[in-house]
């Protein structure tokens, strides 16, 4: 064998490769387009699907709020007898400290107050 034939076999090798990697690349590509392609109408869908039950839920939420706002007088009320249920009955304060509810105590009359604290 002399020096062209093996430059030329060498080369012919390096063209089959590199027509391979292309072939390859444009492969990987056309797969990476389809995948997108297919994640793109999947989160279309969702987002319209997502829309639609909120336009749905919407006035049930609405009305909640309303309700809500409505009893809100009662339900602090409500709160205000308990913390004074607390206050007179010290029993109850591990139950009042379990729901998170913090009764407010007044400070003894005739008591200073204390000193607040500059930081």
Request: aromatic letters at 6%; a positive charge.
């Amino acid at each position: 064998m002399n020096e062209s034939e093996t430059n030329s076999a060498d080369q012919n090798e390096l063209m089959n490769q590199m027509v391979a990697l292309r072939h390859q690349v444009f492969t990987l590509l056309l797969a990476l387009v389809v995948v997108s392609g297919t994640l793109t109408v999947y989160l279309y869908r969702q987002a319209s699907l997502t829309g639609r039950d909120i336009k749905a839920i919407k006035p049930q939420a609405m009305q909640i709020i309303q309700t809500f706002s409505q009893n809100r007088v009662g339900m602090e009320n409500f709160v205000k007898q308990l913390t004074a249920y607390g206050n007179l009955h010290p029993d109850f304060q591990p139950i009042l400290r379990k729901y998170g509810i913090v009764p407010q105590t007044a400070p003894a009359p005739g008591a200073p107050a204390a000193p607040k604290v500059k930081k």
